[in-house]
């Protein structure tokens, strides 16, 4: 697969893991002691990285070399992130959130996670996506997914974050501390097993195809 990305808010350079057991454990602790320790947030990259990147660099989307799992990031309510420049609301809690992905077509979600500023979906892909093949539509799918979401938010007044889709996307780590939020610590609400998904089905149901994206 590569290597997990993760970063921290004292150290946005972070440090990067095997994704054997090995290196899963390393990437654990190495998470639970910068989070314990006062970093104000941790992250990971949503994609695994192809190569170890230069030691000023985090990675990004040039490294990005797996792709494991589809992500949300449904924030709401009035504080958390800033409003967006619409002017228009955020869904005003957790069923709205909910209400959105389920409206949207989009399948649930295989994990749900509370991030202190909203809820974080992500969907797991039953075969890993190679980004040096596939990478256009792996990109196209993804930026899809979040303007789906906020098209489907849109019906109802509410604004949405539609500019995660990003390759490098990187996602507040469940367990870590949110500081921000007056130390909430990230939480795993759900987590379904069996709904696991095909990239090529989803990519499908979407109508992306690597030369023709849907205007949302």
Sequence with gaps: ???ISIVTADDFTGRRFTTDGDGLKDAARYAWRKSHAGAKGVWYQS??????????CRGGA??????????MDGDYGA???????????KPPDEAAVRLVVAESGLPDPSLWVHSG???NGIWLLDDDVDLSVDGEQAALVSDTVQKVLAATALRHGWSWDAGIGNLDRIMRLPGSVNANKG??????LEWAPERVYSFTDVAAGLGVTPADTPAL
Excluded at 63 to 71: E, K, N, Q
Excluded at 183 to 188: N, P
């Design 1 to 3: 697969l590569g290597f």
């Design 47 to 56: 994609t695994a990285l192809r190569a170890i990147p230069d030691r000023d």
């Design 62 to 71: 040039e490294l990005a070399g797996c792709m494991t799992h589809l992500w």
């Design 79 to 89: 504080d958390g992130h800033a409003a967006k420049a619409s002017g228009l609301p």
């Design 117 to 119: 500023n909203g809820l």
């Design 183 to 188: 130390g909430f610590v990230s939480q795993l």
